[in-house]
């Protein structure tokens, strides 16, 4: 039975309450990882929820004009986006969000909208930093979009649909019909953008601690800045549940969901912790080698 | 034993080579001939790095003493070339020419003893004090202690010690 | 430049008292935010004066003020020697991510300001900016005898000697310097002190603007910068 859309309308608040919630603590958690694999005992886990009510909590707060407030909600409407559009249970009636409106161009189209939202906001602010963050973002993401396109267009000949929900319904029955089973090419190469995606290390050229100290928010502060956490674990959540459900055979229930997009987060950290942050140009190249070659030959490999 | 090498001590009015160590010695020498005499040590004689130049104040013979040290890296051993320019209205000839960095010294013996280098780039910029406008602080007439009572104020209740009574009454009570 | 006659140009000691703009209300004299910009430079920042916004009342605010000493982030500006304190103190022996403590490398997120130790009147310059882009509710922390009363730079012509008049600081840190076990207790006051409402360094410095904006010209000769830098 469909429900009704004013119901949809109050399930998809739900939906997007539990995914901040689940992507705050995902941060939480990781960064606790992190600090573990210092040799720390690390941040308490509820730690970003408390950043985030400090942020919000601020008395005063300045702004640089409209744009430069836009770059937030921008940002946030595109990981907002992103996460409206995916199934994030499939068969759920509350966490199917509006899945079956939106397809896979449309998902993709939203991924990129809030980082050309906030290199829209954050040059206003004025700071050399943003403006150097910004154009270093935009790079790594034209850069990292070719593997990750390649990947899509795989998945797109294999299944023969964009629809979302029908890619995740070809990959139920067994883990043997998953996409990383069926179709293991475009999944290495939609990885390794995942990577670039997430913005850890060795990729993490636009944040860039020590370089040009955080980039883009540099000039973002109180409750802007709250927006701009927020959309951070709302976005991480969307693309986890974007990758799980393309890749890795969606999730027929919450304990599942959670199970697989934090192992799917994990490799991030994985990685992250073991190399070292490239410099600009060898991550742009980084993709535009290997990863876009193991892109071709996924499409090759499916095609014929 | 080193000795002043011959071209030069027949160029030059140059004092007595004085070995302070076995790789440093100082040479006194007049301070109009200090720019040639660095660049025949430096082009003929092998020393080729300027490790620094700076200023001493001799406030009770009313002169500056100024330093120029340089090293030779092939012997290993430094020269410090010294000559004495007068404190009223200090001036030097500027030696930018030799070593680039030396217009760096330069703004700074400007900056902190007054000593003015005509020619010399960026000489009359902020150093390390930003907008000073007292006396130049490195000369000795300058009261330090004063200029900072006068300045900065202070929370009350500071208290000074000098350290040998101190550590007398501390160490041995029954000196006292 | 050659004519190298130095006079004493302090001859009038208060020079720096009288600042340059009109007479405000109740003869106090009135400071403009960008007073000390040359004329063609003004209309390039703001003119704001500093506003007082006080601490509500009652359970919001203790429970932001519970989340503010949760999420202390400190400045990442090093200002003296002190700061080589702050680095065993991020890393894995003292860890002090524990407390929700960490760095952030602008002002416009830190809410937490160290000042470590001694600063020369070059950096007292930068401090004062880098305070004001700050937002409120904003703290800081004075590590150090040389920020409390001079300490070993007393008598230095070119060090402050007490960091409090020119801007408002809620917790010292003394010791010389103090180990990293004394700043995570100087933290834990410092929590404390958010905690129980203590710490309104931000309404102290717009209420006595003109008292801090007096002492800071009196030892930055040359105010290139707008009075408030927002």
Request: glycine share 8%.
């Amino acid at each position: 039975m469909e429900p009704s859309i004013p119901l949809r309308i109050a399930y998809a608040f739900v939906s997007l309450a539990v995914i901040t919630v689940y992507g705050l603590l995902l941060i939480g958690s990781m960064a606790r990882i992190s600090a573990k694999v210092q040799g720390r005992v690390g941040q308490p886990v509820w730690q970003p929820f408390i950043d985030i009510i400090k942020s919000s909590g601020k008395r005063n707060s300045i702004s640089h004009g409209i744009m430069f407030w836009l770059g937030p909600v921008f940002r946030l409407a595109g990981g907002v986006g992103t996460y409206m559009f995916v199934p994030a249970v499939l068969g759920s009636v509350v966490f199917q969000n509006f899945s079956m409106s939106g397809d896979l161009l449309l998902v993709m189209y939203f991924i990129f909208f809030g980082q050309l939202g906030m290199a829209l906001g954050a040059s206003e602010g004025g700071h050399p930093y943003s403006a150097i963050g910004v154009s270093r973002g935009l790079a790594q993401m034209t850069a990292f979009e070719v593997p990750f396109a390649l990947s899509i267009i795989s998945i797109a000949v294999q299944y023969g649909t964009l629809d979302i929900t029908k890619i995740v319904m070809a990959q139920q029955g067994g883990w043997q019909h998953w996409t990383l089973f069926t179709n293991p090419l475009a999944v290495v190469a939609a990885m390794i953008a995942f990577l670039g995606m997430s913005m850890h290390n060795p990729f993490s050229v636009v944040i860039a601690p020590q370089e040009i100290p955080i980039g883009p928010p540099t000039e973002y502060q109180s409750n802007l800045l709250g927006m701009l956490q927020t959309n951070r674990a709302v976005f991480n959540g969307a693309k986890l549940v974007l990758y799980m459900n393309l890749f890795f055979g969606g999730a027929t229930n919450v304990p599942v969901m959670v199970v697989k997009t934090f192992l799917i987060y994990f490799i991030n950290i994985f990685v992250g912790q073991a190399f070292p942050r490239f410099r600009v140009d060898q991550s742009i190249r980084f993709f535009l080698g290997v990863p876009t070659l193991i892109g071709i030959a996924a499409v090759v490999f499916i095609a014929f | 034993m080193r000795t002043i090498p011959a071209d030069i001590a027949e160029r030059f009015e140059v004092g007595p080579l004085v070995e302070k160590r076995a790789d440093l010695s100082t040479l006194d020498v007049d301070s109009k001939d200090v720019p040639e005499l660095l660049a025949r040590l430096r082009d003929r004689h092998g020393y080729r790095h300027l490790s620094f130049a700076t200023a001493t104040d001799l406030f009770e013979e009313g002169v500056f003493v100024l330093t120029y040290m340089l090293h030779n890296h092939e012997e290993r051993h430094s020269l410090g070339v010294k000559c004495r320019i007068g404190r009223e209205n200090a001036t030097m000839e500027s030696c930018h020419l030799l070593w680039e960095q030396m217009w760096t010294y330069q703004r700074e013996m400007k900056e902190l003893f007054g000593i003015d280098f005509p020619g010399s780039p960026r000489v009359d910029e902020s150093f390390v004090l930003e907008g000073w406008i007292d006396i130049p602080p490195m000369r000795r007439e300058f009261d330090t202690r004063e200029y900072s009572e006068r300045t900065f104020p202070t929370r009350p209740g500071r208290s000074t010690k000098d350290p040998a009574t101190h550590m007398k009454e501390k160490l041995y009570p029954e000196a006292l | 430049m050659s004519d190298m006659k130095f006079t004493r140009a302090l001859a009038d000691p208060d020079h720096a008292l009288k600042p340059a703009g009109r007479p405000g209300p109740l003869g106090k004299p009135l400071v403009l935010a960008n007073d000390g910009l040359p004329e063609e430079e003004k209309a390039w920042f703001c003119d704001a004066y500093p506003t007082a916004s006080g601490p509500y009342k009652g359970i919001l605010e203790n429970f932001l003020n519970w989340a503010r000493s949760k999420s202390l982030w400190i400045l990442g500006f090093g200002t003296g020697c002190g700061a080589i304190e702050l680095r065993p103190l991020m890393t894995s022996r003292f860890d002090m991510y524990r407390f929700g403590i960490q760095p952030r490398p602008t002002p416009r997120q830190s809410s937490v300001f160290v000042i470590g130790g001694y600063a020369s009147v070059k950096t007292l310059k930068r401090i004062v900016r880098s305070y004001e882009q700050m937002m409120g509710p904003k703290f800081v922390v004075a590590l150090g005898s040389c920020t409390i009363n001079g300490g070993m730079y007393w008598d230095s012509y070119n060090t402050i000697n007490a960091i409090e008049h020119y801007i408002p600081v809620d917790v010292y840190i003394a010791g010389c310097m103090p180990r990293p076990e004394a700043l995570l207790a100087g933290f834990k006051e410092l929590q404390r002190k958010i905690r129980r409402g203590e710490c309104e360094g931000a309404v102290k410095y717009a209420e006595n603007f003109e008292w801090y904006k007096a002492n800071q010209k009196k030892v930055i000769h040359d105010w290139n910068m707008p009075d408030y830098n927002y």
